[in-house]
């Protein structure tokens, strides 16, 4: 009996210490995600000069010789050739070396050059310069190809969406995890099946309910939100916990565990893209 005291509360730490650190790599990885507001919103620069210059190309591309293109197509590559140089020359050196580590070299010596140069020949008629500009723009487009499942660019998401994610998905795992702790009592007094690991308060599932649920969730949107979003994630939690069990039933035994995973699988997901 000892024995089995014994590691059933070696298992409830080591399972406690698990569910810790999920917790707090997830919503590391939702506040941080190793880039920062000014890094992740400056990156955006690097995609929109590569979209201008793939636009402006699609023009020059479309099969009438250079100089027979008309009036308001060259107006149109021009002004895409414009836009892509003003947006390289924003991309700054922190954002271009996280995307990847040789993203900057190329972007110095092939892209802003290469866009300088094409738009001297728009602008001022340069042949010399159109060729030197075509030739640096596919050799950085040749590059760009070759890594582009290397290069790491984070989507831009705006502070309100972010935050609305992590209180929804706080908000979840709370529900689910009172809904996990507790079903037993809550499913006897209606006469509702009750599970041998919702009888068990060492079972892995109770464990997890508790620590990531009941108490992660809070603890987490008290480090790492506003004071007042706890209330919202506790008030609005239990709600939906109750909702959910009067909706499933018996089968929130089910849903419930299921819940818990989906909704840090989400957070690890948004972290990852």
């Known amino acids: 009996m000892l024995l089995e005291t014994k590691r059933t509360s070696m298992s409830m730490h080591t399972a406690a210490a698990l569910v810790a650190i999920l917790i707090a790599t997830a919503v590391q990885g939702c506040v941080d995600e190793s880039w920062s507001d000014a890094e992740r919103k400056n990156a955006q620069y ?15 591309n479309a099969g009438a010789p250079f100089s027979e293109i008309s009036a308001s197509d060259l107006d149109a590559m021009r002004a895409h050739m414009k836009n892509a140089y003003d947006y390289a020359l924003l991309a700054e050196n922190g954002a271009l070396d996280k995307a990847h580590p040789e993203l900057r070299q190329h972007w110095e010596e092939e892209m802003i050059p290469g866009l300088r140069y094409r738009l001297a020949n728009l602008d001022e008629g340069d042949v010399a310069a159109e060729i030197a500009g075509h030739q640096l723009l596919d050799r950085f487009g040749d590059w760009w190809n070759a890594h582009k499942q290397e290069i790491r660019i984070p989507v831009e ?32 007094a209606r006469g509702w099946p009750v599970g041998a690991y919702y009888r068990d308060g060492a079972s892995l599932v109770m464990i ?66």
Request: hydrophobic share 65%; net charge neutral; proline share 3%.
């Open 46 to 60: 690097i995609i929109l000069a590569v979209e201008e210059a793939q636009s402006a190309t699609r023009i020059s």
């Open 157 to 188: 998401r705006s502070r309100d969406s972010k935050f609305l994610f992590q209180i929804a998905v706080l908000t979840l795992t709370f529900g689910f995890g009172i809904v996990i702790v507790s079903y037993a009592s809550f499913a006897d």
């Open 208 to 273: 997890l309910g508790f620590f990531s649920g009941v108490v992660g969730s809070p603890l987490a949107a008290l480090v790492f939100l506003p004071w007042w979003s706890v209330v919202v994630v506790v008030v609005t939690g239990f709600f939906v916990g109750l909702i959910v069990t009067f909706l499933f039933r018996s089968m929130v035994q089910i849903v419930a565990p299921l819940g818990l995973v989906v909704a840090w699988g989400a957070v690890a997901l948004y972290a990852i893209i």
